[in-house]
């Protein structure tokens, strides 16, 4: 029986192995591919609707521009009783980059395309029932390889640039948060080992001031460890000015997870902090 045991334990390793080994090749791949022509109306549409791209220096704009075409050349856009417009692909891509644009070689493998609706819906996907759902994204079943986000609230995110909130961005950070295997708010692939327990440690911190009514961070941040880290990244990136006046310590932490300071795109990211 224990060798039995032995055996399968080999076998699933070696499993394992070959699977990171397929993983690594095709995201490589992926990442040195160069980028298909962006369409010419695409840095106008940028320009127009994404603050982020707006206040980043020339070179990081063309950068940008690379990485938004070469996540829309990979990913499917579809929506669901709504049509889907160059505006849409451009806010959806900009929402995947911006919280990976501080890793060069960075890539949603597991992803395979994102579902627009017209409006809120469950989360069985019912658009008539408990319309309360503004973007899922899952680990497994229906969601294994996609991402659903409300139209309307995709663009909200983009279009008040004084609001703290961008739901686009809040559902690619989980997806930069299960990346480890986990949605658990501790992306430790990101975060220095030693900063591990101070940052689980200022979660607590934030979400206890969100119950005494004490932040002004979103109260859905008290739900878990991952809708904290998701909000406070809509912060970080929507309003890294205000997030940095209001939360330094916060800003610092998710500075270090996401290598880059929204703030000043040119300032060079201090990692011996």
Request: proline share 6%; hydrophobic share 40%; glycine share 6%.
């Amino acid at each position: 029986m224990d060798t039995l045991v032995s055996l399968l334990a080999l076998i699933i390793g070696a499993l394992f192995i070959v699977w990171l080994i397929w993983w690594y090749v095709k995201r490589q791949k992926t990442t040195s591919e160069p980028a298909p022509p962006l369409p010419l109306s695409y840095p106008d549409l940028l320009t127009k609707h994404v603050g982020y791209y707006r206040d980043l220096p020339d070179d990081k704009k063309q950068e940008f521009e690379t990485r938004v075409g070469q996540f829309l050349a990979r990913i499917t856009i579809e929506g669901v009783g709504v049509t889907v417009n160059d505006t849409d692909r451009v806010l959806v891509a900009s929402s995947a980059i911006i919280p990976i644009f501080g890793f060069a070689n960075w890539d949603y493998y597991r992803l395979t395309n994102v579902v627009l609706y017209d409006g809120n819906f469950s989360k069985d996907f019912d658009e008539t029932s408990e319309r309360n759902v503004l973007g899922m994204v899952g680990q497994g079943g229906a969601l294994q390889s996609s991402m659903v986000l409300s139209k309307p609230a995709l663009h909200a995110g983009f279009d008040i640039d004084s609001s703290k909130s961008n739901t686009g961005i809040h559902e690619f950070v989980h997806l930069l948060d299960q990346a480890d295997g986990a949605a658990d708010g501790l992306p430790e692939y990101l975060l220095d080992k030693d900063h591990v327990k101070p940052w689980l440690k200022l979660i607590h911190t934030k979400v206890n001031e969100i119950k005494a009514n004490q932040s002004d961070i979103d109260p859905y941040g008290i739900t878990n460890e991952a809708e904290f880290f998701a909000v406070a990244s809509e912060y970080f990136f929507k309003r890294p000015d205000l997030l940095q006046e209001k939360h330094p310590e916060l800003f610092v932490r998710l500075e270090e997870i996401f290598q880059q300071n929204p703030a000043e795109p040119d300032k060079p990211i201090d990692e011996t902090d």
